[in-house]
């Protein structure tokens, strides 16, 4: 079986590096040329733990090819994955253009019966859409929908070991069926973990868990909030709710909002699909409001400390990736709080492990990027800590003190509510912790 990955981003390339991995033969294709390059290179455009050691391991091998002629790719496949981008309109709604470009591709240029994919977030209605846009084609195009929940900073152990693969397909296509049952035998080996259902409900399905945890999250915001009113703290909130079997302690984490390229998108998209069918989803529409709120949350306590305002302050800034362990930046909510900074006419130190090069392309020299991490506080007037990164959960307080102008820690994430900082002479502030 031949697979080709058409879209080699964030899902793309894990997806086909990991087939490759279980021993398909895959061919990687985008019209990215600087990705292709670099891929080509031996060089992986994104962090991603472990997928470095895959993606050479399957070059060598001879199992993990990449190209920018996408039509050539189609042409030698029999299943083609798309795993392009689906960004939000101004409306709410997903961008499909590139979804469609790539299933016109297939409708010109498959030459034999052929599986097609929907991997990207597509919102319900998008198979059929892709049904019609292949009817032409010369040979059968079989559409099936297998949306991806893989999580970036996890990505490879999520796709190689996943809660579930869901496959919206029709119930009497057994060409599709059996393709598909094939490529995920290697990773259900220990219990079967393929969810069958109708393309819509697959389709759905994507949509509705990313806004169920994003509704989670939310949530706990606003709790954290209301634990700030009535002198209650997240945590002891959090730690009583999660224990509960029915509940569970998952995503109940408050902070600065979530961001990344899929919460955000999903649940404006999801909202929009209701509406486009005459109802409204009220608590997604409502989860989106939160989180544009929350987004500005450590901003606003930052603001509280300086009664003159933030012109001419010098604020570090902890974290940029939308989460540990990827270079992501996409919609993260550190992007909220240096964009208000720099309205504001603050000066803006950055520093993230990873997503440095992202920074450098978005802000150019508007943000001092330092190297290391307690760069970022020498002589600041505060330090924001947005991404719980391994490296500055315990860093040290002492040093900090001494770098920074004025002692102000804003804890963006509570990692650090802990460690009697007030009593060490910061002036300290979590989300909704009543520690340090
Ligand atoms: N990033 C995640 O964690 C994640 C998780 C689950 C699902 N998804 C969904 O997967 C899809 C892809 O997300 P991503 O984060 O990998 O995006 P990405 O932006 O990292 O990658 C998309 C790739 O598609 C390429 N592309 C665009 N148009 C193309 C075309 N016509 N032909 C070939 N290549 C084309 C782009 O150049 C880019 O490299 C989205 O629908 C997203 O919602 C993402």
């Known amino acids: 079986m031949k697979l080709c990955m058409v879209g080699t981003g964030y899902v793309g390339l894990v997806s086909g590096a990991c087939f490759a991995e279980t021993g398909q033969d895959v061919i990687c294709a985008d019209v990215d040329e600087d990705k292709i390059a670099a891929l080509n290179a031996g060089r992986i455009p994104i962090f991603e733990p472990g997928l470095d050691a895959i993606v050479s391991r399957c070059v060598a091998g001879g199992r993990l090819r990449f190209t920018t002629d996408v039509a050539a790719a189609v042409r030698e496949a029999t299943a083609v994955f798309i795993a392009v981008g689906t960004p939000p309109r101004a409306d709410g709604g997903a961008d499909l253009a590139a ?24 919102p319900v209605g998008t198979n059929a859409r892709v049904r019609r846009l292949v009817r032409e084609a010369r040979h059968r195009v079989h559409v099936v929908s297998n949306p991806e929940f893989l999580k970036e900073g996890d990505a490879v152990s999520d796709f190689l070991r996943p809660d579930r693969v869901v ?64 002198g209650a703290d997240v945590h002891a909130v959090r730690f009583g709710v999660g224990s509960d079997a029915r509940i569970g302690a998952k995503f109940l984490y408050a902070g600065p909002g979530y961001g990344g390229s899929c919460f955000p998108k999903d649940v404006k998209a999801l909202v929009h699909t209701a509406r486009e069918h005459g109802m409204e989803l009220e608590l997604a529409a409502t989860t989106d409001r939160v989180n544009d709120r929350q987004k500005g949350v450590v901003f ?37 709080l240096i964009d208000a900074l720099l309205a504001e006419g603050a000066e803006v130190l950055a520093h993230d492990p990873e997503a440095g090069a992202h920074v450098r392309d978005r802000y150019g020299d508007r943000v001092t990027l330092v190297e290391d991490a307690y760069e970022a506080a020498r002589d600041a007037d505060a330090l924001c800590l947005m ?15 001494e770098l920074m102008r004025r002692p102000v820690l804003i804890d963006g994430r509570n990692i650090w509510s802990s460690y009697g900082l007030r009593a060490m002479g910061f002036a300290y502030d979590g989300i909704g912790v009543r520690g340090s």
């Open 167 to 230: 496959i919206g397909c029709d119930e009497d296509d057994t060409f599709a069926h059996e393709m598909m049952s094939r490529l995920y035998h290697p990773v259900c080996l220990d219990r079967d973990r393929m969810v069958w259902m109708d393309p819509a409900s697959a389709e759905l399905t994507k949509y509705v868990a990313n806004t169920m945890l994003a509704m989670r999250i939310s949530f706990m915001n606003e709790v954290a909030l209301l634990c700030e009113r009535v």
């Open 387 to 401: 991404t719980e990164w391994r490296e500055y959960q315990n860093p040290s307080f002492e040093r900090l003190a």
């Open 300 to 336: 606003r306590k930052l603001r509280q400390h300086f009664e003159d305002g933030l012109r001419a302050k010098r604020v570090g800034v902890w974290g940029v990736s939308f989460k540990p362990r990827t270079d992501d930046i996409r919609d993260s909510s550190s992007l909220t």
């Open 99 to 122: 979804v469609d470009a790539v299933a016109q591709v297939v409708a010109e240029h498959a030459e034999r019966e052929v599986v097609l994919v929907l991997k990207s977030t597509v």
